[in-house]
């Protein structure tokens, strides 16, 4: 059922520290970042973090690790790679669900808000719980599904234009910044795939080597699995690596209704 308000436990309260930039800091920018530690009784709170940008790197995750290094070594978030390509540093920055890694604070304000990806349960500080998240891609079987036999002497080939069919869904870092960000999820997420796993599912719809196809579209023929997309293209809008989720989602639905007839 639809919740309009948080729950009480988990509503931000006015508790937050406030970390002030050493005197004589000239380039200072501000940094209020969404914090929350299951081990405590304590809701949510807002630290604030007044960084000279004079002595730390560009991006946002920059900041993150310098406040984790030198100020407050608690302060919890996923990355890896720093280059987007893991996808594991996705967040919530100044409202919009992008990558801390390839987020340049020169582009925002003065005052930056940071929070984990919305409508998700959270772990800890900026870390999501993607549990559900990754069940759903789980469920597309995101595997080659054949029958033929693979020739004995080479790999199974492909043209390069069915090769190119697959490029762009393939470079899917399954960051979730999309599903995060679509209103429909939001909602559903226990029932509608959501645009990461039905970008991952056209993936291997249009693999011409993948011989599952009729299965693979009979799993999602269904209200809430793929049809709960109102092409609102808020994931779109959200897709860090420029994919466009919801135009893959718009031909999963075409293929259904040109199999129909
Ligand atoms: S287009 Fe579909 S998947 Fe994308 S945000 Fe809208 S409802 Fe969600
Ligand atoms: S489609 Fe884009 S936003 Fe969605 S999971 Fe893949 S890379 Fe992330
Ligand atoms: S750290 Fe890997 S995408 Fe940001």
Redesign the pocket.
């Known amino acids: 059922m639809v919740a309009f308000r948080l729950p009480a436990n988990s509503r931000i309260d006015r508790s937050g520290r406030v970390f002030k930039a050493a005197p004589g800091a000239k380039d200072v920018r501000t940094f209020r970042i969404y914090r929350f530690d299951p081990e405590s009784n304590d809701n949510p709170r807002i630290d604030t973090f007044e960084i000279d940008m004079a002595t730390c790197g560009p991006m946002v995750l920059d900041v993150l690790i310098k406040v984790k290094n030198e100020i407050d070594p608690t302060l919890t978030f996923r990355r890896s790679c720093r280059e987007g390509i893991c996808g594991s540093c996705a967040m919530n920055i100044d409202g919009i669900n992008t990558l801390a890694c390839t987020c340049a604070c020169s582009g925002l304000g003065a005052e930056v808000r940071i929070y984990p990806l919305p409508h998700m349960p959270v772990i800890k500080d900026l870390v999501p719980d993607l549990t559900n998240f990754y069940a759903q891609y789980a469920s597309i079987r995101p595997w080659l599904q054949t029958r033929t036999p693979a020739p004995p002497d080479r790999e199974r080939l492909q043209s390069k234009e069915e090769q190119e069919k697959i490029n762009r869904p393939s470079a899917c870092i399954l960051c979730a910044c ?2 995060a ?5 939001w909602w559903n997420s226990d029932r509608y795939l ?2 990461a796993a ?1 970008l991952q599912a056209y993936r291997w719809l249009v693999d011409s080597r993948d011989e599952a196809t009729g299965e693979r579209l009979d799993a999602l023929d269904d209200a809430f699995r793929l049809y ?9 809008e959200a897709c860090p690596k420029d994919l466009n ?2 135009l893959t ?1 718009a031909e999963i639905k075409k293929m259904l209704a040109e199999r129909e007839h």
């Not at 960000?181 to 999820?185: D, I, K, L, Q, T």
């Not at 709960?228 to 779109?236: G, M």
């Open positions: 999309c599903s960000s679509c209103p429909s999820y959501g645009p039905l709960r997309c109102h092409t609102i293209l808020n994931c779109t989720p919801a989602i």
